[in-house]
């Protein structure tokens, strides 16, 4: 069937120096995961980013959790967010497309169609960052 499975999505392994690893998962219209984002904002915030977050001795606020980086944090916050995220699904959509053409020229068309859908549903996710941050540099 040529109908999109509305359950499929993507997962990518994400590294930052001296943070645990964690994922980010690309949905199948392109949004990415709301845990996700929150992750990288936090991972990614800078100190004037925290002032409502912390209290007078810098020390975080006892209620805070993910859920305070839901949303954005600041301009200079959401860019880093979103240029870093569309560095990483770059690289990525570049891999599975590789993967794809090794994986076809060995004639294993299982895996070379996954990775191909693989980087169609990143593309999506990379689309979708570009339409909301035309300019947006990564």
Known sequence: ?????????????VQLIRRP???????????V????LANLRSYLAEAEDLKGLVDDNGDAKASMGLGAFSKPLS???ELDVQ?????????????A???????????DLLVANYLSQRA???DKGLERIKQKFP???F
Do not use: K, W
């Open 97 to 107: 497309r590789s993967g794809a053409e090794t994986a076809e020229g060995a004639g």
């Open 21 to 31: 690893p964690f994922q980010v998962t690309v949905f199948l219209d392109g949004s």
């Open 33 to 36: 995961d709301v845990a996700s």
């Open 135 to 137: 300019g947006l540099e």
């Open 75 to 77: 301009e200079r916050n």
């Open 1 to 13: 069937s040529d109908t999109p499975n509305p359950c499929n999505y993507e997962s990518l392994n």
């Open 120 to 122: 169609s549903l990143l």
């Open 83 to 95: 240029s870093f995220l569309a560095s990483t699904l770059d690289e990525a959509i570049e891999m």
